[in-house]
């Protein structure tokens, strides 16, 4: 397996950091206490004459290391890259600032290779004591002045390693932190995958990525997100478990890399190809389960060190949350808006039917009631005994009190008055209705720039005030009540108010209640607002305001104003 290559990692060290080139993390290269001009000399002369001994020391070095801490190939080589020996080639070309981007790049490395800054501290010890008996031996005049100079470099050196040490924590912070808050500010899923995916090519460096989520009701993965790429996917694409990269992530459930893609034939992977060389894979789990994949890639073949893993198995950790949460919000608003939906229909069926119920109360009841009273009339005027006329003036009184009666009802069901008079005369015409029966005074107050509204805005507002004055009736207890209607650019604002003893605590809203909450949803419904503002003995306000939109026509309907009065007016 080939390793990221020397040069370009360089480049993107030397940037400042894996995470955002443009802008350095932590510590950069120029913050490093420079080598002195004297001790540079001398290292420059140390270095020069320890050369042909290097190998030796090493070796020796090398052996040392491995007895204490038993490390790999890969780590011994990263570390020997920090050494006296691998500085040399710099030093000797008088490129200290060479070195310090070799220290920075090669510390980046060891930490991704997760090795303790102690372990590299005591390596760095011990190379140094691997070659204090050739500088004793080669500056026997000036050994204590080189040994010196020596230690100077190694504390520079490890100033400069745990700097990078640092910048690699504080990038896997960041990325993390990254998709924290992409997850909290995301608005919905779809966001939040292209942020998830965004932030992780990012932070790795990719040159692209995909995301894929198990669709819930099969076990294969549809592509719902990618980044640094045109992916163009027949709709129906699905990749089934097993099936490919993805697919073997998807039912493993383990990470998962590729260093070559050319090989591989199944899946997503040969679509990929043109875009990534090297594959680096990760499941996300949710509750122990798999609900997708997140895959990123590189042009070249890179393979992923253990910290890189891990902090990809993070993100992929944290996204799959992210997506769970996501998920259930999306849900609970989707149900959310079927009950508004559910509750506006109901209101509107409420509505109409109430309208159809008052159409033939007075088409049908109240017609059959008008002929009746007519041939009443006629009975009355022609000439029978004074106990029948007597019986016949009651039963015109009976019906005159139930066509009354039905008037009120069909009144209550469908205002006419609404629709003939306006608002501003139904809401008056309930204000005084309601000190009629109940003797609490109500004000009315409507402002003279209020003019008529469409007439869902003037139903809506009506049942409101309808409601709320019905609510002062039956509970409030009040002794003055006031409605008030107001128009405010393209608001009108409505209150109820009354000065009875306050809503009493919540126990008795709850369960049959749905008074307030109505006004609640009719107001939303129109797009307007409503609130509730009551204390304990401190009476009750309730407050509305909706959009007026196109003030309309008076209703002009002859038909049923004259239907109205027929009933309304039986003499
Ligand atoms: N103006 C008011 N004064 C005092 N209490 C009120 C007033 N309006 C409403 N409430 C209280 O709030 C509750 C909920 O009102 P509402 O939703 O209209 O339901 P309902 O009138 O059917 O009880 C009422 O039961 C009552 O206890
Ligand atoms: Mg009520």
Redesign the pocket.
């Known amino acids: 397996m080939k390793s990221k290559m020397r040069p370009k990692v360089y480049r993107r060290v030397s940037k400042g950091g894996i995470c955002t080139p443009s802008k350095p993390l932590g510590m950069s290269v120029t913050a490093v206490p420079p080598f002195k001009g004297s001790s540079r000399e001398l290292i420059v002369e140390v270095a020069r004459a320890l050369e042909p001994y290097f190998p030796d020391i090493t070796n020796n070095w090398r052996e040392k290391l491995v007895n204490e801490f038993g490390f790999d190939g890969r780590t011994l080589a990263a570390l020997e890259r920090l050494t006296l020996a691998a500085g040399c080639s710099y030093f000797c070309h008088d490129d200290f600032p060479g070195f310090q981007e070799n220290l920075q790049y090669f510390s980046t490395r060891l930490a991704k290779l997760q090795v303790d800054t102690r372990a590299v501290a005591r390596s760095l010890e011990l190379y140094q004591l691997s070659c204090d008996p050739y500088v004793s031996g080669l500056f026997p005049e000036r050994e204590a002045e080189a040994k010196a100079a020596l230690e100077m470099l190694s504390s520079v050196s490890f100033v400069i390693i745990s700097g990078a040490y640092f910048d690699a924590k504080t990038l896997e912070s960041q990325a993390l932190l990254s998709t924290l808050d992409a997850e909290l500010s995301a608005g919905d899923l779809g966001v939040l995958l292209q942020r998830v995916l965004e932030i992780t090519t990012r932070t790795f460096q990719a040159s692209m990525g995909v995301l894929l989520l198990r669709e819930s009701d099969s076990e294969s993965l549809k592509v719902e997100a990618s980044a640094g790429m045109r992916l163009e996917l027949p709709e129906d694409f699905r990749i089934a478990p097993g099936w490919g990269f993805t697919g073997r992530i998807a039912q493993t459930g383990e990470a998962g890399m590729i260093l070559d893609t050319s090989p591989e034939t199944d899946g997503l992977t040969p679509l990929l190809r043109p875009h990534a060389k090297s594959l680096w894979g990760v499941p996300l789990k949710a509750n122990g389960e798999t609900i997708g994949v997140l895959v990123i890639g590189f042009q070249k073949p890179y393979e992923w060190l253990p910290t890189e893993r891990e902090l990809m198995r993070a993100i992929g950790d944290r996204t799959a949350l992210a997506i769970e949460r996501a998920r259930m919000t999306d849900a609970l608003r989707e149900r959310e808006q079927k009950i508004a939906d559910l509750s506006a229909h109901l209101l509107r069926v409420q509505e109409e039917e109430r309208k159809r119920i008052s159409r033939e109360l007075h088409d049908e009841t109240g017609q059959a009631l008008m002929v009746i009273r007519l041939y009443l009339g006629m009975m009355e005027s022609g000439a029978m005994p004074r106990n029948v006329r007597g019986k016949i003036r009651e039963t015109v009184e009976v019906v005159d009190r139930t066509i009354e009666g039905i008037r009120r009802i069909i009144g209550k069901l469908s205002p006419l008055v609404l629709q003939e008079l306006g608002l501003v005369a139904a809401i008056r015409k309930e204000a005084k209705h309601l000190t009629k029966t109940t003797g609490v005074k109500t004000r009315v107050l409507i402002a003279e720039d209020v003019g008529r509204l469409t007439p869902g805005a003037e139903q809506a507002i009506y049942r409101v005030v309808q409601?709320a004055l019905h609510?002062?009736a039956?509970?409030?207890q009040a002794h003055n009540a006031t409605v008030q209607v107001a128009r405010e650019d393209d608001l009108v604002r409505v209150i109820v108010e009354?000065d009875?003893?306050?809503?009493?605590g919540r126990s008795?809203?709850r369960g049959q209640?749905?008074?307030?909450?109505g006004i609640k949803e009719r107001i939303a419904m129109l797009g307007g607002a409503s609130r509730v503002v009551s204390g304990k003995g401190k009476g009750?306000r309730v407050e509305i305001s909706v959009p007026a939109g196109e003030p309309s026509e008076p209703a002009a309907r002859p038909a049923a104003r004259a239907a109205a009065q027929a009933v309304a007016r039986p003499n």
């Not at 009875?500 to 009493?504: H, P, V």
């Not at 209640?513 to 909450?517: C, E, V, W």
């Open positions: 409601e609510n002062v039956k509970h409030a009354d009875g003893i306050g809503i009493q008795n809203s209640s749905f008074g307030l909450t009750t």
